[in-house]
């Protein structure tokens, strides 16, 4: 099925921590997924991508994982910072020929100063 | 660069009035515009995808007789939510790619909050 959010999961952290966000996403198939950061009112900024044929991307401060077997998308952000703190979603493709994506249903991540 | 701007970034009107929203790749041209609507606290739901030149592709549950939209040109794709109630009030966003491959970035615009009253 595809993901719905009803509530935002809520990650607090300490500037400078790693953070950890996790996503489930819905579909064996899909094979491409995106994580995405979205400030208050704004439209969704692409932070990393991952291919269903790799378990791990680096990135500048962040890195995605990806477990096939469980369905299961990761991001580690590598030193926290206040400006980090937005929700961030996870979105799979959907694999039917053409783009279409499923985004997951968001974690909001705060940093304290 | 790829930046979509959507236009306007928040409107108020009243039940029954028709609203449209438009949506512009401003450096490049999108073959490929995708709307989403967004409610508080929730996630992106897709709503269509529009080729440029083709009708829209709605996704199951959304009515293209409400929800009109329009990709007439490659940098512009408007979205017209006809007959406006209180339960369309929403985020609407906007995004576009250059291609249709699996792994074509979207670039998203900024949204439209729109608010029926």
């Known amino acids: 099925g595809e993901s719905v959010g009803l509530h935002l999961p809520t990650l607090s952290v300490q500037e400078g921590d790693n953070s950890i966000i996790n996503c489930a996403y819905s579909?064996?198939?899909?094979?491409?997924f995106i994580w995405y950061k979205q400030e208050s009112g704004k439209g969704p900024q692409f932070i990393i991508d991952?291919?269903?044929?790799?378990d791990k991307r680096q990135g500048q401060r962040v890195t995605v994982l990806l477990n096939k077997t469980v369905k299961h998308l990761s991001l580690q952000i590598a030193a926290t910072q206040p400006g980090d703190s937005a929700v961030y979603f996870c979105?799979?493709?959907?694999?039917?020929?053409?783009?279409?994506?499923?985004f997951g249903t968001g974690t909001r991540l705060l940093v304290s100063p | 660069g790829a930046v979509v701007s959507q236009h306007p970034s928040w409107v108020i009107c009243k039940s029954g009035t028709s609203v449209k929203i438009e949506c512009r790749s401003l450096?490049?041209?999108?073959?490929?515009m995708f709307w989403y609507r967004q409610f508080p606290k929730q996630s992106l739901m897709l709503m269509a995808t529009?080729?440029?030149?083709?009708?829209?592709?709605?996704e199951q549950g959304v009515e293209k007789d409400k929800f009109l939209i329009n990709h007439a040109s490659l940098t512009l794709s408007t979205l017209t939510v006809t007959s406006a109630h209180p339960e369309d009030s929403s985020f609407y966003i906007c995004?576009?790619?250059?291609?249709?491959?699996?792994?074509?970035?979207?670039?998203f615009g900024d949204g439209t909050r729109l608010s029926i009253l």
């Open positions: 995004s576009a790619t250059t291609g249709t491959a699996f792994n074509q970035p979207q670039h």
């Open positions: 579909n064996s198939a899909s094979d491409y």
């Open positions: 991952i291919r269903s044929n790799m």
């Open positions: 979105a799979e493709n959907m694999n039917t020929g053409f783009q279409k994506l499923v």
């Open positions: 450096d490049f041209q999108a073959t490929t």
């Open positions: 529009s080729n440029e030149g083709s009708k829209a592709t709605y």
